[in-house]
């Protein structure tokens, strides 16, 4: 048998070739699939795309012919040079990425046999599930679904050769839409299993805050409106104020940059033993209020997480967290995908800990080399006012009604000389502030440092979530003062109180947007424009928490629920259950009563007729079949025969015979019609 | 090995028990889940394996909307399962006749009637045999209601042939799968042996002079209907082209040298007999081949015939039937 397939299989071999349709979605499939990883992709490997559409399209609309095996060998060599080349840069992910979408540009110019034509569907689909890596927003998994319908209809084209491409469209979707419930239901329900494996992440330029700081970095990052994170709290949200998304503590300052750790304090080869917050050492932490909340964070490809301050608890099932030393929260690995975890945060904004001679000595270093005037200007006010907190006011003050003001385009400082901002330009923004007035703090000896972070965020209604966005990100400082701790200071407060109380305000918005040249933002204001970015957003936001960041947590939680719900209404769903069956059973009975009644009605009939029968001296025995009773019949009375045989037949048709239902019912009433005139014969002869 | 090849057999033989238990001979086969068989192609495995990438990508990656796309991907797989089962389901399958005859060595169609209420699309139907290799029909397009497909089979020796279980197999539905049934519509092929023309015969000759066919031994018990011109009376060396049926058989057979019966009397119309004993001598199946040669001939010329053979004997006629059934004789013979 399997002989007699393989020649049948050889002999399509032979006469096998595209059709034309095929290979016209072939071509479009190639674009769309390598359109959607353009973004990962290379210069010189896009300009490949273009070629190979263009070459495909040549050959499709029979310009020039299939290229001979010397081209096809020249263009495999040289691309695989370049990969060779570009690979260093790129990374292992993207080098293979690259390699990938390259075969799958190359392969088209194979295909001999179904096979090839197999691998070339199959490759595609790969490509396309490729870009996943990058990009998981709702959107582009829409698009990716929409294009996969492309793929699909490429391989359906190989069946259905003539039929149109609206035909094909319809099928697959059909198809698709018919194995989404399956698919859901494995998604919901498959036990989700931790990584085989480790694979090579995504190498993408750093986003965000990060931990080397120079005075004018974070105006840049208020030009972006990209989303940095969301955090949806379980209870009641904090006040505006009050939403400092700590992140980064820097103490180290070289006279123009802040770093968290100078890189020589350290000795390279003694990786510092990573210090735990001690919580134990803040006094009365028990007594406040806490708030738990989860933060959903866009991948920045750093490692730096977002917390309220006291940051008390956190977990995330994606990672391992590290709650650091000066209570901030990194991730063990680099953020390379959407990652949620749940904080809970004792709020404060000051935390009552001793501070160890190092710290100290850390906190209160001041560069020599730079801003001696702001140091002079320390030692000043130092001498006006012998308590810290005095200090800290009289300089709060000064910003506060000098003619300070906050600006996201302030004039350039000469070598981000901060004694040039404080005493002359006076304008800048939250970077300025907190930096002057740290090192300000530090001169006049009060232990100070920076705080990189985010303030505030945008509330959604509808989703009843906030996001953070990159422009909210905020600079400030903490000074430890004696029996309070470490207390928050922000300097921008002080200048520009309604940016740390209600974000930019309406002059700042549009000094944002006109910086940062983003047309979308000027639609921000209007109204039923901002509804709709609400409400499209408040769904981003659901498909991220729950498809995104399904994790093994909420799947339990999920059949937990599913369970729960079983659990409560389990009366009312044995009732619907046992009604249902009630019915099942009921059709069913009813069916075959159907079925039954047929034959009893055409088993009454031969009755009727039998007991006729007898009126006129002809009796059926048992054993008789009936045949022999209509023979019987004959003999007695011969002049009944045609009716007979004609009544004998259509009985044994309905008995014996299977037939559909319809041409049951017509032999049915047919029978029904020869008794009666059997009947009426028999009656006129008596 | 041996114990291998010996376990392959039992288990194909087993096999057709089972599959002739299943699937009976009937002429009429309407296909159901009782004679459909479905299995994942290569490209259906290759595709698994795929998914299954795909899902390990996921999973190492922790990114679920990979994982979410090799699910979808899997449950497609299952719906194309479904429809390439619905797209042959309740098609039915008949034998247009079954009896159907041909010459052996030629290409016989063998006609099958399909009929259907829906569209069915891109199916193939050929004979699963390694005796009869026949081709494929590709069935792209789709068609409605009925229609018969033409199977072209090889005819190859004389005989009653039943024709083996007919495949119809299809790749619809993504290509994920192979769909197929194997179905014995009890068709019966009357292979004829193939027509070879005799050697020194000129069929001319033959029916200018042959009146008077075997008569060359009376003792002969083939003779049961004699002409009457059966007697005679001396032989004459035989000449290139002369018809056969006067050659004196025996005189050959013993080596005395080929001869012609010459004949008193001729009667002009008596019927052609056709007998083995009258041919060249020659392997029995080569002198069946001649004899069909003979038949088509003489069927061609309108010619009046009979058959005599060993076991019986077909009365002189004309016409087509007649030389189908002197054909259906000598295909059957022996």
Redo the contacts between chains.
């Keep these: 048998?399997d002989?007699?397939?393989e020649?049948?299989a050889k002999?399509?071999q032979v006469q096998w070739s595209l059709a034309k349709n095929t290979q016209f979605l072939l071509m479009i499939t190639l674009a769309l699939n390598c359109l959607l990883l353009i973004l990962e992709l290379s210069s010189w490997l896009i300009a490949f795309i273009v070629i190979s559409v263009l070459w495909q399209s040549c050959i499709y609309f029979k310009v020039i012919s299939q290229p001979n095996k010397l081209i096809k060998m020249l263009v495999s060599i040289s691309g695989l040079i370049l990969l060779a080349l570009s690979a260093k840069g790129l990374g292992l992910l993207n080098s293979m990425v690259h390699l990938l979408v390259f075969s799958y540009l190359l392969k088209p110019l194979e295909i001999h046999a179904?096979?090839d034509f197999?691998i070339q569907v199959?490759l595609g689909?790969?490509v396309l599930?490729t870009s996943?890596?990058f990009i998981?927003s709702l959107y582009f998994?829409l698009l990716?679904l929409l294009v996969?319908v492309t793929n699909?209809m490429l391989?359906?084209s190989?069946?259905?050769?003539?039929e149109s491409y609206k035909t094909l469209a319809k099928q697959v979707s059909k198809?698709?839409v018919?194995?989404?419930?399956?698919?859901?239901i494995?998604?919901i329900g498959?036990p989700?299993?931790?990584?085989?494996?480790?694979?090579p992440s995504a190498k993408n330029a750093e986003v965000g805050l990060s931990d080397e700081v120079k005075v004018g970095d974070i105006a840049n990052l208020a030009l972006s409106n990209k989303l940095a994170f969301r955090v949806e709290f379980e209870q009641a949200p904090p006040n505006y104020q009050q939403m400092y998304w700590r992140t980064l503590v820097l103490e180290d300052f070289d006279g123009s940059k802040w770093y968290q750790q100078k890189k020589n304090h350290r000795s390279w080869q003694r990786q510092p033993k990573r210090e735990e917050a001690e919580l134990s050492l803040i006094s009365g932490l028990s007594t406040l209020p806490t708030v738990s909340y989860q933060i959903i964070a866009e991948p920045s490809y750093q490692k730096w997480l977002f917390a309220l301050n006291v940051m008390t608890d956190a977990s995330s099932e994606?990672q391992k967290l590290n709650k650091n030393v000066n209570l901030t929260l990194s991730a063990e690995k680099i953020l390379n995908?959407v990652t949620s975890y749940q904080v809970t945060s004792a709020l404060t904004n000051q935390v009552n800990t001793p501070l160890s001679s190092e710290v100290r000595s850390r906190n209160l270093a001041v560069s020599v080399t730079n801003n001696q005037q702001l140091v002079a200007e320390g030692k000043r006010l130092r001498e006006l006012y012998s308590d810290d907190l005095n200090l800290v006011n009289a300089v709060l003050s000064r910003f506060n009604q000098q003619n300070y003001h906050y600006t996201l385009n302030p004039p350039l400082l000469s070598n981000n000389n901060l004694a040039e901002f404080y005493f002359d330009t006076k304008a800048g923004f939250c970077e300025h502030y907190a930096s002057s007035f740290t090192y300000l703090m530090r001169s006049a000896g009060i232990p100070a440092r920076m705080v990189l972070g985010y303030m505030g965020g945008e509330y959604n209604e509808r989703g009843n979530y906030f996001s953070i966005y990159q422009r909210d990100a905020h600079a400030w400082s903490e000074v430890w003062i004696k029996g309070l701790g470490w207390q928050r200071i922000d300097p921008t407060a002080a200048v520009s109180p309604e940016r740390v109380e209600r974000g930019f305000s309406q002059s700042l918005q549009q000094e944002q947007s006109l910086l940062s040249s983003d047309f979308l933002s000027s639609f921000n204001t209007s109204l039923w424009f901002s509804q709709l970015r609400y409400m499209l957003e408040a769904i981003d936001y659901q498909w991220t928490k729950w498809?995104?960041?399904?994790s093994i947590n909420d799947q339990i939680n999920v059949i937990k629920h599913i369970y729960l719900f079983f659990a409560e209404y389990k009366s009312f769903l044995a009732t619907l259950s046992l009604l249902l069956i009630f019915l099942v059973v009921i059709f069913i009975v009813l069916r075959i009563k159907h079925k039954k009644s047929q034959h009893s009605q055409t088993a009454l009939l031969l009755y009727q007729l039998m007991s006729l029968a007898t009126k006129v001296g002809v009796v059926k025995n048992r054993s008789m079949t009936i045949d022999q009773f209509a023979l019987k019949f004959i003999e007695k009375k011969p002049t009944f025969k045609l009716a007979i045989v004609r009544f004998v037949d259509g009985y044994k048709k309905l008995q014996y015979q299977a037939l559909s239902s319809e041409e049951k019912k017509k032999e049915l009433t047919n029978l029904k019609h020869l008794y009666q005139q059997l009947r009426q014969q028999i009656k006129h002869e008596i | 090995m041996g114990f291998f090849t010996g376990l392959k057999q039992t288990l194909k033989a087993k096999f057709e028990y089972w599959l002739i238990k299943r699937i009976p001979k009937n002429s009429t086969q309407t296909l159901s889940g009782r004679n459909i068989f479905i299995f994942p192609s290569k490209f259906g495995f290759a595709y698994l394996f795929f998914v299954l990438l795909l899902f390990i990508l996921g999973t190492n990656y922790q990114n679920n909307l990979i994982i979410l796309l090799s699910y979808l991907l899997a449950s497609v797989f299952m719906t194309a399962m479904l429809q390439s089962y619905r797209n042959l389901s309740n098609l039915t399958l008949s034998a247009k006749t079954n009896t159907l005859r041909g010459f052996a060595e030629t290409s016989l169609d063998i006609p099958i009637s399909l009929e259907t209420n829906k569209e069915r699309m891109a199916y193939q139907l050929f004979f699963q045999s390694k005796v009869v290799p026949s081709e494929n029909i590709i069935k792209q397009n789709d068609f409605l209601s009925k229609e018969t497909c033409l199977i072209p089979i090889k005819l190859e020796k004389r005989g009653l042939f039943s024709l083996p279980r007919l495949i119809l197999q299809s790749y619809y539905g993504l290509g994920l799968f192979r769909c197929w049934t194997s179905v014995d519509l009890n068709i019966s092929v009357l292979i004829y042996p193939k027509p070879e023309r005799p050697p020194q015969i000129n069929i001319d000759q033959l029916l200018s002079n042959n009146r008077d066919v075997n008569s060359d031994d009376l003792s002969n018990e083939t003779l049961t209907i004699k002409s009457g011109a059966d007697e005679f009376n001396e032989l004459i060396p035989y000449k290139q082209g002369e018809s056969l049926a006067k050659v004196a058989w025996k005189q050959v057979a013993r080596g005395q040298g080929w001869y012609t019966k010459n004949y008193d009397s001729v009667e002009n119309n008596t019927p052609n007999w056709l007998t083995l004993d009258a041919l060249p001598k020659a392997p029995i199946e080569q002198q069946l081949r001649w004899l069909s040669y003979l038949i088509v001939e003489l069927q061609k010329r309108e010619q009046v015939f009979g058959l005599l053979l060993h076991t019986k004997t077909i009365a002189p006629d004309k016409g087509i039937s007649h030389s189908h059934l002197c054909l259906k004789e000598i295909a059957l013979y022996g």
């Design positions: 048998m002989d007699t397939i020649i049948a002999k399509q179904q096979k197999y199959l689909i790969f599930v996943l890596v998981q998994m990716i996969l699909f391989l359906m190989a069946f259905k050769q003539t198809t698709l018919k194995s989404l419930p399956l698919a859901l494995l998604f498959f989700k299993i931790a990584p085989f494996w480790q694979m994606q995908s498809v995104v960041g399904y």
